[in-house]
């Protein structure tokens, strides 16, 4: 009954012939495929392996020259700043409402009108709103000029 192991080995030999013929196909398309790539986009990768080099190269140098420990100089003691608070009176002489005041405060820690408004969970349109009548109320035309007028009028810390 050599028959059936025969057939069964035949069967095995055409299985494997099979995979490798596909495996082989498959690697030539892949890397074909890579070749296309590599020449289709050549310029880009040149161009990111020329900018990891000079990043890498930049990086180098700069530890070399640098050094790796920082150096101090001289430490400075400084004394804790009073914080003054707004002067109310001249806050109400100028008519400037709590909400405008708030607003001119968030705007002298240099806070955008997105952040600001994100803050006080308004609009940027409120906060531009706001802004504006700060500006006219104070005389200023940008925002440090409002900021530093602010302080000069006691308004701000």
Known sequence: MAGPSLKLDLMKRHVLIYGLIGGILITVLKWTEYRFLVIEHSVEIYGALTGAAFAALGIWLGVRLTGRQPRVVREVPVAAAERSLPNGRKQVDR????????ILELMALGMSNREIAGKLCVSENTVKTHSSRVFDKLGAKRRTQAVQLGREFGLLP
């Open 95 to 102: 008519g400037i409402t709590r909400r405008e005041l708030e």
